[in-house]
């Protein structure tokens, strides 16, 4: 079993920048695939990005690719999502989720933190 915490997250303008965080606690944070997804008011969760026990492998929906990066310190047990460029659309409760090595590409995450809000204004 493992823990997830989100932090980061906030209001900001279109075209700003802000880095959400997810700090993990309980079985090793190495072991488990990493994601980010996200809820928009009346829509449902989607897949934002996700990245590999390693840090070596990634991927994105394609709405944020070249906008959004995330990453890994497995010596903090800490993953990250650099949102850069931010729209209106981004705006959502972004939640941390984690998984076995498979949901790589099921994205059928099986452990989620609380979520954190982050809005976006035009």
């Known amino acids: 079993q493992v823990q997830l915490d989100e932090s980061g997250g906030g209001l900001v303008q279109a075209g700003d920048s802000l880095r959400l965080s997810c700090a993990a606690s309980g079985r090793t944070f190495s072991n488990y695939v990493m994601g980010w997804l996200r809820q928009a008011p009346g829509k449902e969760r989607e897949f934002v990005a996700t990245?590999?026990?390693?840090?070596?492998?990634?991927d994105y929906t394609d709405s944020v690719k070249g906008r959004f990066t995330i990453s890994r310190d497995n010596a903090k047990n800490t993953m990250y999502l650099q949102m850069n460029s931010l729209k209106p659309e981004d705006t959502a409760v972004y939640y941390c989720?984690?998984?076995?090595?498979?949901?790589?590409?099921?994205?059928?995450?099986?452990?989620w933190g609380q979520g954190t809000q982050v809005t976006v204004s035009s």
């Open positions: 989720a984690a998984g076995d090595r498979g949901v790589y590409f099921t994205r059928k995450f099986k452990y």
């Open positions: 990245i590999s026990g390693s840090g070596l492998s990634t």
